[in-house]
């Protein structure tokens, strides 16, 4: 069980255009899923937590008109990178969180990822 | 400012040995402890997580944890050239909130 995933796996799109990803989790349900960004040979980023129903909470120094977000059901979040330019090229994965037992413990499990290049 | 604190690596080991990767935490108020593994080119893939002092075992890998000294450690027992890989420790504040990562282990396990 626990699985994430993100749709497109790639994408290369011209610089200007906006892309949308989709991330589902497929055999639970996620109150709670968010967004990284990794370049290469670097740390994962959290951009935001997305919350079902409600308006995505965006990390510092990330543009929330530029990256929007939205959990429209408990399966379900997208991101869609608006205007998209050349240094916006990254692996952007997105990961959902799924209770754990009785106890109120949560774990979190990562989509596939996607590769967006942008020409 | 919370924080996560790995050794960068890489870390060398033959095949067959134990490998011991280790992680410091510097707030306290931490709940939830994890480690992912990451391939290259690959998103995090969740192999452990702790929430109690104390070890957890699964399969080959032992998860650590220590609230009072503020570490967490993973050992992977009988180690394999396929756990070549990264491996990220990651802290959670409250319970289904954001990761805290630390900037990951490389681990390269020699035939």
């Known amino acids: 069980g626990a699985v994430v995933s993100q749709h497109p796996s790639w994408v290369i799109c011209k610089s200007g255009t906006s892309v949308k990803i989709e991330c589902r989790s497929l055999d639970f349900q996620a109150t709670t899923m968010f967004w990284y960004r990794q370049f290469p040979k670097q740390s994962l980023m959290l951009m935001a937590t997305s919350n079902e129903g409600s308006k995505a909470t965006y990390e510092q120094g990330v543009e929330k008109d530029k990256f929007l977000i939205n959990h429209a059901s408990l399966t379900l979040s997208t991101l869609t990178v608006t205007s998209a330019h050349p240094e916006d090229s990254s692996f952007y994965i997105c990961?959902?969180?799924?209770?754990?037992?009785?106890?109120?413990?949560?774990?979190?499990?990562f989509g596939p990822g996607t590769r967006l290049t942008v020409t | 400012q919370k924080e996560v604190e790995q050794n960068s690596g890489p870390l060398s080991v033959p095949e067959g040995a134990i490998a011991s990767l280790n992680c410091t935490y510097s707030d306290r108020g931490s709940q939830s402890f994890f480690w992912y593994r990451q391939y290259s080119g690959k998103s995090p893939e969740l192999i452990m997580s702790i929430y109690s002092n104390g070890d957890k075992e699964d399969g080959r890998f032992t998860a650590q944890l220590n609230k009072a000294s503020q570490y967490v450690s993973l050992l992977i027992r009988d180690s394999q050239p396929s756990d070549s890989a990264t491996y990220l420790c990651a802290v959670s504040y409250n319970q289904g909130g954001k990761l805290i990562f630390g900037q990951g282990t490389e681990l390269s396990v020699k035939p």
């Open positions: 990961s959902a969180s799924r209770g754990v037992g009785t106890g109120g413990s949560y774990e979190q499990y």
